[in-house]
């Protein structure tokens, strides 16, 4: 990508481009829901597929000119469900948030009882978080997970459920490095006839490429975001059991969205078409092994990972409880020397969430520019270094240099 027209036409806006590209080039990216996208997806998010309007769904529309634009949804939805396995998908939600609000109005009315991992322990913020449309308009459950292991503990839920009897479960999490037992899930909504809704936005890449296991054969509707793991582009599907299917597209449209972004969707299909490659599978499963190794080689310089581990692609590090020093000092002191990250709470944090007492770590984007076990332990003793001459200016920026000058060494797709 070399934006020479956006050079010619608004240098201003050139040069912010150029400074980010930098950034990214000279940096660590350890945010676990961040990923750099091909530069085929980049071409299909800046074509000109944007320029149409297609309110509707292939074959049913509410603009003409839509045959074309038919043809790319099409290849998307075909591409996702062959991906995942799913019986229907509908690939126009345009983020995260909006697919989650069209489940709920989907399968519930507002009042109804919802069962969801709350926020503090490891979910998200629509699963039921009271600023969220989640919390005001829904009668939220949370559960959590266990005070010792920090781990989901399935019996718990099982009471709760047994007792509470909420119209949908939730499983799913954006800060939660463990695996979810989406059977049983599913046989505790049998249970009392709840309806099973899966939230795989930060795993659904792993899932895709084989490394975890799949809720989509046992629940009834399952999200993802596309941007994470995934490695499309900005944006969200919904799949769902063929029962649900005309539910859930009338909830997305005309439900809470208009029209869709057809060049994001085209992005999307390219995405899942490089998620169908055997390469994709040899990706995913890097991003694990660089998970533990990086928790691993934390954990042997004294930082205590929450639940002993991971799973995953992420881990949740007790920056305050190990060292002493808060998830916001920690955010800020590796934002300085070229480390991104994002502070987070720990489960049962005694802290506030503008302050909480951990940051939150994932491998997908320096995965994806081919670091492995090795490279794990570099950015574990850059981390380290950082946090602990985090008063001494001098010391910080020679681990800045040390950051650009290996981040250098692993090209970032898209740019030069
Ligand atoms: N903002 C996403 C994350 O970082 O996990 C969730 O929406």
């Known amino acids: 990508m070399n934006y020479s027209n956006i050079q010619k036409q608004d240098p201003v806006l050139y040069e912010i481009i150029k400074e980010e590209e930098k950034r990214q080039k000279q940096g660590l990216e350890l945010i676990a ?23 509707g769904y292939p074959g049913k529309r509410y603009y003409g000119g839509n045959e074309i634009i038919d043809k790319a949804e099409t290849l998307a939805i075909d591409r996702a469900k062959e991906l995942f396995g799913a019986e229907h998908v509908n690939v126009q939600p345009l983020s995260g948030g909006p697919a989650n609000i069209a489940v709920y109005f989907a399968l519930l009315q507002p009042g109804d009882k919802v069962l969801g ?5 490891g979910g998200h913020l629509t699963h039921g978080h009271p600023m969220n449309f989640s919390g005001k308009l829904f009668n939220i459950i949370p559960y959590t997970v266990n005070k010792e292991t920090e781990e989901v503990d399935m019996d718990e839920v099982e009471r709760i459920a047994l007792a509470e009897k909420p119209k949908m479960i939730i499983a799913g999490f954006s800060a939660y490095s463990r ?20 939230d795989i936005a930060h795993i659904s890449g792993l899932i895709a490429g084989k490394q975890l296991d ?16 995934l490695r499309g582009p900005r944006g969200a599907i919904i799949m769902c059991k063929e029962q649900f299917a005309s539910a859930i597209d009338k909830a997305v449209f005309p439900g809470v969205q208009g029209g869709p972004h057809d060049h ?15 390469e994709y599978q040899t990706y995913t499963k890097q991003i694990i092994i660089n998970a533990k190794r990086l928790a691993a080689k934390l954990s042997e310089k004294g930082y205590r990972i929450v639940s002993g581990g991971t799973d995953n692609h992420l881990m949740l590090v007790d920056v305050f409880g190990s060292k002493g020093v808060t998830g916001k000092e920690a955010e800020k002191v590796l934002e300085q020397v070229g480390i991104s990250v994002n502070k987070n709470m720990v489960p049962y944090d005694q802290r506030k969430p503008m ?8 491998t997908p984007a320096l995965t994806t520019r081919g670091m492995q076990e090795v490279e794990m332990d570099v950015v574990a003793d850059l981390i380290d ?16 240099q040390a950051v650009i000058d290996f981040s250098l060494k692993f090209p970032v797709p898209g740019i030069a």
């Open 33 to 55: 829901s961040e990923n750099y996208v091909s530069e085929a997806v980049l071409e299909a998010m800046g074509s000109i597929l944007t320029n149409k309007y297609s309110e």
């Open 117 to 121: 991992l709350s926020l503090d322990q």
């Open 179 to 198: 695996t979810l037992d989406w059977k049983r899930f599913k046989e505790i909504a049998d249970k009392i006839g709840a309806y099973t809704f899966a």
């Open 214 to 229: 799949s809720p989509v054969p046992y629940f009834d509707v399952v999200s993802t975001t596309t941007h994470k793991t």
């Open 264 to 278: 994001i969707n085209a992005a999307k299909a390219i995405a899942f078409a490089e998620a169908l490659k055997p």
């Open 355 to 362: 302050d909480p007492s951990g940051i939150r770590l994932g």
């Open 385 to 400: 270094r950082a946090i602990a001459n985090r008063n001494d200016q001098a010391k910080l920026d020679e681990v800045k």
